[in-house]
């Protein structure tokens, strides 16, 4: 492939041009710094698009960079006119994935681009091990629609606010319901598992209802917990959950709630704890309590005998 | 409805001599035929998932294990003791909450073809001197008369249990596929049962199989050929405004049938494998019957939460014998608690609840 080098003005190369970008999330301040110390070390690959514009192949972050120093000029390497878009395409994949790993949207931005060169079954076996990929194709199915997401997501995948699963989920809503849900997720900071039942619930629940995910994320209960200054933000998360399981669990969750109500009437001792059936299923309940010795064993079985006939033991345990 | 007609039929090379397989050839005229041999189109992944399988072809194979087995329930609910008899798999109603969905690995309807052997099988058993009475049923892994147009099984299995003293034969379906049991020897050694639903529920999660009509007519007229009838509410589905539409079944059921040759009417409310419910969202987007209040019972199905299923089982039971007192009721895997809550009372064992199904059997009035 002829190339040339040559000095040329940032004025003069597009960078709304994104057609062979495989960079996503990045933080621009250690390659200013780089720059300002040592200069381009490797200098950005352009290709001419017109007799005055040029066409980054590789060294969007490097033009960006000069950009925002002040720069007004470059030295490139240019490769030839003839050039097409799969080879350019190539030399820019390369280029980065020989360097380092891609982040989750760069896999899945590479993924889309290579969809446009080359069949499914090479994608899979040829390139998906270059971006540490297993060779399935269920790799390329799930990672391929994360580049479609909006900004806030896709930076709040980035930032670990949303799960990559958690954001596949997110891809299969209309977006006023994938914008509902984000605010929420990104707002609230939950772990994965959370997030995936805080995702469950708000869908469930909206299908039960016959209402839009939005309609669900909005209701005035939560707005009130997350506009509630007296909660930290780990409070709102609990808060947000034990809303929408409700919601999707009323009956289940009423009958939580009386049995917590039974044990209050109990007054059992702080280091007993009384549990009813996994889901109230079953008819086994389980009692726990500490003791030091057989004595103290004694006493304590004592102490809870003289409880079995309380009847807001029997009515907690038999309805 | 719609009688089952293949557009392709695929046969084990072990299996073409077999009298089955050449009725099963005959009736399908004109249909393609590709004879395979013995394996080739087996469970070990050569065929795709049945989720995405073509239920329009039809596979005639030998039965390499057993036909006959004993129901798999689970320790932590009451059993009937029930058994089953394998003499096909699918079913092409593609009923919205199916477990086969979860449970098959070939995608075809499958029918083994092998009877001689099935029926030395049954002989080992039911020859086998003991005071034990067998209640055998084959829609366990297919409906029991979806392909009887085609097979006429039940002539000759009807006729089997017939000379049986110590067997009865169950035959479950939602179809009204009746026309070959019109003049067999049953020997009231047969329960014709229909799986029954109220009507929205058929129209929305049963769209392929009999209207609720068709299930009671073809019923009452097995009942005029002499047969005793069971009804299987299950699964019961629960949505808001269930008990108008339950309610109106039951009295749809009891305005044509005899309850003297009623053997029972069983009640089981919806419950599934967990892995199950991912399927049927992808399959059925427009259903809604996963959205309900589910718990993952104790033997890891899920179930709905038991103040539900007791709320259901009640009512259900009112209904039904509020139009008529004799109807023996029971209820399929459910703890002696959801018993004694619904019914008001609970049998003691397994052994019990099969012994009260064995004298319901045998009590009946052909």
């Known amino acids: 492939m002829r190339q040339v080098t040559k000095h040329i003005d940032l004025k003069d190369i597009d960078r709304n041009d994104t057609l062979f970008l495989l960079s996503y999330g990045y933080d621009l301040g250690p390659l200013k710094d780089s720059i300002n110390q040592v200069g381009v070390i490797n200098p950005p690959l352009v290709r001419q698009k017109s007799d005055t514009t040029y066409q980054i192949i590789c060294g969007y972050k490097r033009v960006h960079a000069l950009s925002e120093l002040g720069a007004a000029s470059t030295h490139c390497t240019i490769v030839s006119p003839a050039t097409g878009d799969e080879e350019s ?10 360097h380092r790993e891609l982040n989750p949207i760069e896999k899945s931005m590479a993924i889309t681009r290579l969809l446009n060169y080359f069949s499914e ?14 060779p399935h194709s269920t790799q390329l199915a799930t990672l391929k629609p994360l580049s479609t ?5 896709k930076d709040a995948i980035l930032a670990g606010t949303i799960d990559v699963r958690t954001a596949l989920k997110l891809v299969l809503l209309d977006g006023v319901s994938r914008e509902a849900c984000s605010r929420l997720l990104i707002t609230l900071r939950l772990s994965l598992s959370k997030q995936t039942a805080l995702m469950e619930y708000v869908s469930e629940s909206a299908l039960r209802e016959n209402l839009s995910i939005g309609e669900v994320i909005n209701s005035p209960h939560i707005r009130f917990i997350l506009e509630d200054e007296q909660l930290n933000l780990p409070q709102k998360g609990e808060a947000v959950m034990s809303f929408l399981r409700k919601r999707r669990f009323p009956q289940l969750t009423a009958k939580e709630e009386e049995f917590k109500r039974g044990l209050r009437q109990l007054r059992l001792p702080p280091d007993v704890r009384l549990k009813h059936p996994p ?3 079953g008819n086994t309940y389980s009692l726990t309590f500490h003791f030091t010795s057989v004595n103290a064993l004694r006493k304590r079985l004592h102490d809870f005998e003289s409880r079995l006939d309380d009847r807001s033991l029997l009515t907690l345990l038999e309805g | 409805m719609e009688r089952f007609h293949p557009k392709k039929i695929i046969v084990e090379d072990s299996v073409e001599h077999l009298p089955l397989t050449q009725t099963i050839i005959g009736r399908l005229g004109g249909v393609p035929l590709e004879y395979v041999k013995e394996g080739a189109v087996g469970s070990a992944g050569t065929v795709p998932d049945v989720r995405f399988g073509d239920q ?6 030998r039965n390499k294990g057993r036909f006959f087995e004993p129901c798999p329930g689970t320790k932590q609910y009451l059993c009937c003791g029930y058994t089953i008899l394998n003499f096909a798999a699918n079913c092409h109603l593609n009923c919205t909450y199916c477990i086969l969905q979860a449970y098959l690995n070939k995608p075809h309807m499958v029918v083994y073809t092998n009877t001689g052997e099935m029926f030395e099988e049954l002989d080992g058993i039911f020859n086998h001197p003991s005071k034990r009475l ?20 039940t002539r000759l299995v009807v006729p089997y249990f017939g000379s049986k003293k110590n067997a009865f034969l169950e035959l479950k379906t939602k179809t009204d596929n009746i026309d070959n049991l019109g003049d067999l020897e049953h020997a009231g050694q047969t329960i014709v049962s229909w799986s029954l ?9 049963e769209k392929h199989a009999c209207s609720l009509e068709a299930r009671i007519k073809a019923a009452h007229q097995c009942q005029k050929w002499g047969y005793k009838v069971g009804f299987h509410f299950d699964p019961l589905i629960y949505y808001p405004g269930w008990e108008r539409d339950y309610k109106q079944a039951i009295e749809k059921v009891f305005q044509s049938i005899d309850p003297a040759s009623l053997c029972w009417i069983s009640l089981g409310c919806l419950r599934f494998m967990p892995k199950l ?14 959205y309900q209040e589910f718990i993952r019972g104790l033997d890891g199905k899920m179930r709905y939460f038991q103040p539900i299923r007791i709320d259901m089982y009640r009512k259900m039971v009112g209904w039904i014998k509020r139009a008529c007192t004799e109807t023996f009721i029971y209820l399929c895997m459910e703890s002696k608690e959801v018993w004694e809550k619904s019914l008001g009372f609970a049998p003691r064992s397994n052994q019990d609840l099969r012994s009260m199904l064995d004298s319901a059997c045998s009590a009946r009035r052909a």
């Open chain 1, 149 to 153: 997401l909006e900004r806030t997501i």
């Open chain 2, 277 to 290: 419910k991912p399927i049927i969202i992808q399959r059925y987007p427009e259903s809604r019957i996963m």
């Open chain 1, 279 to 281: 889901f109230f299923e």
């Open chain 2, 56 to 61: 329009e072809c039809i596979f005639l194979c």
């Open chain 1, 89 to 98: 395409f190539l030399l820019s994949f390369y280029d980065t994935v020989s």
């Open chain 1, 121 to 134: 079954e090479k994608v899979v076996s040829d390139f998906l091990p270059l971006l540490k990929l297993q």
């Open chain 2, 134 to 153: 067998y209640r055998v049923g084959t829609g366990e892994l297919t409906d029991s008369l979806i392909l009887d147009h085609l097979t006429s099984f």
């Open chain 2, 197 to 205: 639903n109220a009507e929205p529920v058929i129209k929305r999660e």
